[in-house]
């Protein structure tokens, strides 16, 4: 799950600099690919959703090249049916009810609301999950003990309550006002920084979908990608604002 998630990260961060018209040298698309492949063999259905949504994501956002991404998910998609059972199997039961991890992943969910109901506020504290959940785990459930109930908003709220998630909420609304914000000031000819600024937006948009069915943003080395992916599109917001430098003096003559 966590090479999933980072390879998801990594792969919409890149994506918009392999369209046409984009920056990054065409045979980067190899290492792309592979890495690609390397997240279908993940097998981690939260992932994949994260990765479509983000690709999904970037269609409004992409002057060239949109009918490319809609295209390129539409083959993996069938590209993913016609692989091996296991793989297909996956891919098919991602939304089954009846399905064991997805059917785990609900009994979870309500007894983390159950645990939030009684501390709304403020929540149980951090780490409480991880010391409570067996008292709140339904009969039916596998699991008794875990250290986070699978969804990473439901986690926030149980743990740090109402309050809590507000202000995780906030993170995630002022990055996107901003990125959008500069994505409008920024040259139709600024490609590199466009791409960019999109990327960067992509990306957390795909983590924080595949944070529905997984805690990634407690998965340390999950986080920390998409922390410095965040910060790309302020290096953007620096290099626009930076004064250009004017002509240098020239040097006078007869001084000396």
Not at 108 to 121: D, I
Not at 142 to 154: A, D, F, Q, S
Not at 203 to 220: C, R, T, W
């Amino acid at each position: 799950m966590t090479l999933a998630g980072v390879l998801s990260l990594v792969l919409l961060a890149n994506l918009p600099r392999l369209l046409p018209g984009a920056a990054l040298p065409r045979w980067l698309t190899l290492p792309w690919l592979v890495s690609l492949v390397g997240l279908l063999a993940t097998y981690t259905r939260g992932a994949w959703m994260g990765f479509a949504v983000g690709v999904l994501a970037l269609i409004p956002a992409t002057r060239k090249g949109s009918w490319l991404l809609l295209g390129g998910l539409i083959v993996l998609g069938l590209t993913t049916l016609a692989g091996p059972q296991h793989l297909r199997q996956r891919f098919l039961t991602m939304g089954d009810p009846d399905d064991p991890t997805v059917k785990e992943r609900v009994y979870m969910w309500r007894s983390g609301l159950t645990m939030w109901r009684q501390h709304p506020s403020l929540g149980v504290g951090p780490g409480g999950v991880k010391r409570k959940y067996e008292s709140y785990a339904l009969p039916e459930a596998v699991k008794k003990r875990t250290g986070h109930v699978h969804n990473t908003p439901l986690q926030i709220l149980v743990e740090r309550g109402v309050l809590g998630l507000a202000a995780w909420l906030w993170i995630w609304a002022a990055f996107f006002a901003k990125g959008i914000g500069l994505l409008l000031r920024l040259p139709e000819d600024a490609a590199r920084a466009r791409a960019l600024v999109v990327g960067g937006m992509a990306a957390i948009v795909g983590f924080l979908v595949g944070g529905l069915s997984e805690y990634n943003f407690g998965d340390s080395e999950v986080v920390l990608v998409a922390w410095a992916i965040m910060a790309l599109p302020w290096v953007v917001k620096e290099k626009e604002q930076a004064p250009h430098p004017g002509p240098l003096p020239s040097a006078k003559r007869g001084s000396g």
